[in-house]
């Protein structure tokens, strides 16, 4: 899939689940809270354009912090960050517009439903590439990809895994799976998980 394209599904997801928790939240909220929460969302997207303007993205980069898990380490400089950035960017800016519309009355969102764990969509995203492109050769491409599955998944299930545990384990993933051709946990560790140091 393309990366925009990808990134685009997870901005609608987070866009969708913004209006819908906020929907939620507004029917208990007094009229005078109604209000203040509407001049909130004014000042935000004025904010945001400001940030654009300034090429400073700290709001959402707050914001994609709180959505991935507590000990993710975020590369900030690769490419598929960046899309996502953009993406979540414009999700945010729509996110306010409409939130302003939940608050000035009767409001439809037209949603569409998309099943998404938003946090692991996002870490999948996030680590999908970036360390395949530093190899040159196809076999140590495909390596790249493996070992980033592997510690996906790791991380997915015990999140404080740290690098040397993370190697060792996916070692021992790969002898069980690939016992032909193992990879030695230091190589692991020094040389495939830039991504999740």
Known sequence: MDK????QRIANKYLETEISDFQVQIQSTSTDMIDATKEGFSIELEILKEGFE???YS?????IGDLLPENYKLNTKCLNYKILRSALFNARVKAAQEMIKVCEGPYSYSFKGENMDLAIAL???????PAVNKWKREKQKKTQ???NDFATEIL??????????LAS??????RMKNSENPIKFET???DYLDDFK
Not at 59 to 63: D, G, L, P, W
Not at 123 to 128: A, P
Not at 156 to 165: A, E, Q
């Open 169 to 174: 384990e996916i070692a021992n993933d790969i």
């Open 145 to 147: 990809i493996l070992i």
């Open 54 to 56: 300034a090429q400073d």
């Open 156 to 165: 997915g299930k015990y999140p404080k895994t740290g690098v040397t545990d």
């Open 123 to 129: 870490k999948e995203f996030l680590i999908k590439e």
């Open 188 to 190: 692991i560790r020094k």
């Open 59 to 63: 709001h959402i980069e707050i914001i």
């Open 4 to 7: 925009n394209v990808e990134a």
